[in-house]
């Protein structure tokens, strides 16, 4: 009876006052140049003042009114230097009592979001050296956590209908919570890096889920773009059930609802799945899901979140020794957007962490999900500093060729690096070369391996026995296991490997 009745009045009365769900102690709100967005619902037609305030002084006072239609009220906050604790205070005026709430313990900051399938969901007590990640978890109490629950939703939904662990202080216990729930290993340690480099406070926003496709995280807009079916029947050919790998349901619940907040950047870790599915499409999607993140999360922010932010992922690592198919050769190619690197002309302002030699034959939770995720995050923050902070000269790529020159006369290939190489190991078949009269797209290639032969500072020299035609094509460590831990060919003196690569050698 108390109950009914409660709900009847609050629905006359209008919207609860509240925050957004994702505002609560102990966050990292957005520093600037981006002035952190606040919002939350309120009483139709209502005034909420919002009021930031260090050591019981309010040092900056906003207004709105709260929306007739959405029930929704946001202020833009000036924007802030790194530093706090700063508590926030927000006051509804209406007909009715006024109303008002408090936040403590809110730190301005960068704001990352880490988004993707299982590697990303891994947690810290899946990953080797675990407990000792775990047990350091108090030496960084200005790294914050907060992790989104796993919903679907076929429509856009404007908050998050549930949240696994709202903003919290990081501790061994919801760093390890358990296998494949909170917190990200990756999330987590590139937040710990990124504190350890900068010296502020670091909000960690996790919104993942294992097992799900890219589609499930495209919006329409996305989709459509690629030529996917928007239509969810026309998706599910045989299965009439819905899943996770529906088209737009993770972006509709688990994305959407964030597109308000100011952030910094996104880190991505998925594409497992898109080696069974729409894997030659992964060159559209992906570009066109970082495209469309960019422009919808600039908007939702009011245009705090810069049109262009920085773009974080990671290449596929390994899963089975198999030669038959290579797929996941193919998606770590589309990764790139075809061109082997990042960031590059169609995926600017992006970086990437190779992880293809960092295989784990015996990992328990399955060779597909490696546990050594420290030298990802490694390889991944030098990319932030680089794209994301504009750290000049510090190096964040592996070797890439610059140029192939084939010695026809004397069957030899030279490929030549920018980089000063470091040769680890010779190898028979880890390069390949395709051989045919001319290059042609319609003839599929018959790759034959081409035996490492020698190497100095910038070539590695090779050999293409039994090539009696032109050779037309040459790549690079292109299987879905192509090496052993840490012991591909050929790195830089940073240890950053070379990442997989197929090109044309006429030109
Ligand atoms: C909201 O503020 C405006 C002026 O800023 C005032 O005219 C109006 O009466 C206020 N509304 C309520 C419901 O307090
Ligand atoms: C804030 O709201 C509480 C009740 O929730 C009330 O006791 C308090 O006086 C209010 N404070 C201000 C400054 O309005
Ligand atoms: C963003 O804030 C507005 C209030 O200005 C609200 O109506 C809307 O639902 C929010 N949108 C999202 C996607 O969260
Ligand atoms: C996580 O998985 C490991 C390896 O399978 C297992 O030993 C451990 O008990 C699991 N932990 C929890 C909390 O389920
Ligand atoms: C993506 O890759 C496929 C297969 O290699 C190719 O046919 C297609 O043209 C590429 N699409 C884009 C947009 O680059
Ligand atoms: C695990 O810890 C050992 C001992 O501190 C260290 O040598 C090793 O590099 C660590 N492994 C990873 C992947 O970080």
């Given amino acids: 009876m108390a109950a009914c009745l409660l709900l009847l009045l609050a629905s006359t009365a209008g919207a609860t006052f509240r925050f957004a769900s994702y505002y609560a102690d102990h966050m990292v709100l957005q520093k600037k140049p981006a002035g952190a967005v606040v919002w939350g619902y309120g009483e139709a037609g209502a005034n909420v003042t919002v009021s930031l305030s260090r050591d019981c002084k309010v040092i900056m006072k906003k207004m709105a009114q709260v929306e007739e239609h959405s029930e929704a009220w946001k202020v833009v906050l000036d924007p802030m230097n790194h530093g706090g604790p700063y508590s926030m ?24 979001l880490c988004s993707g399938q299982s590697n990303m969901v891994m947690t810290v007590s899946q990953i080797i050296n675990a407990s000792k990640e775990l047990s350091e978890a108090p030496l960084y109490p200005y790294v914050r956590l907060f992790t ?11 908050d998050l209908a549930k949240i696994d ?72 050919r045989p299965k009439l059930v819905s899943g996770p790998e529906t088209p737009s349901v993770l972006w509709n619940a688990m994305i959407h609802p964030l597109l308000n907040m100011s952030l910094m950047g996104v880190i991505w870790y998925q594409g497992e799945n898109n080696a069974f599915l729409n894997t030659d499409l992964y060159n559209c999607t992906f570009p066109a899901l970082i495209a469309d993140w960019r422009r919808a999360f600039h908007s939702g922010s009011e245009g705090q979140t810069q049109p262009l932010f920085a773009f974080g992922f990671v290449q596929l690592s390994t899963f089975r020794r198999q030669h038959q198919d290579d797929s996941f050769a193919r998606i770590r190619w589309h990764q790139t957007a075809d061109f082997g690197y990042a960031p590059n002309k169609r ?51 592996g070797p890439y060729p610059v140029k192939v020159v084939v010695d026809e006369a004397r069957g030899l290939i030279n490929v030549m690096y920018e980089q000063e190489i470091l040769l680890l190991l010779m190898h028979d078949h880890i390069f390949e070369v395709c051989c045919s009269p001319q290059l042609s797209p319609q003839e599929p290639c018959q790759w034959v391996p081409a ?57």
């Fill in 89 to 112: 205070k927000a006051e509804q005026h209406s007909k009715g009592e006024p109303k008002n709430l408090t936040l403590q313990n809110i730190y301005f900051g960068d704001v990352w």
């Fill in 165 to 236: 662990l709202q903003w919290s202080i990081p501790t061994a216990e919801n760093l390890g919570h358990g296998n494949f729930s909170y917190f990200s290993a990756v999330c987590w340690l590139f937040g710990r890096s990124l504190y350890e480099t900068l010296q502020y406070p670091i909000g960690l926003v996790e919104s993942a889920w294992g097992g799900t496709p890219i589609e499930a995280w495209s919006s329409g807009r996305v989709l459509q773009e690629c030529g996917l079916p928007r239509d969810v029947r026309r998706f599910l």
């Fill in 347 to 397: 995926l600017p302002n992006t970086f990437m962490a190779v992880a293809v030699d960092l295989c784990d034959e015996h990992s328990p939770y399955g060779s597909i999900h490696p546990r050594d995720k420290q030298n990802v995050v490694y390889r991944l923050h030098l990319g932030a500093r680089a794209v994301a902070y504009g750290e000049k000269g510090l190096v964040f790529q």
């Fill in 451 to 507: 035996p490492m032969v020698s190497a100095s500072s910038h070539t590695v020299t090779l050999s293409s026995p039994g090539c009696r035609d032109t050779v037309t094509r040459l790549r690079y460590a292109w299987a879905e296991w192509p090496c052993e831990y840490r012991r591909c060919p050929l790195y830089n003196r940073h240890l950053l490997p070379a990442p997989p690569f197929v090109m044309d050698t006429l030109r």
């Fill in 148 to 158: 989104a629950s796993l919903i679907q939703s076929k429509v856009e939904l404007q």
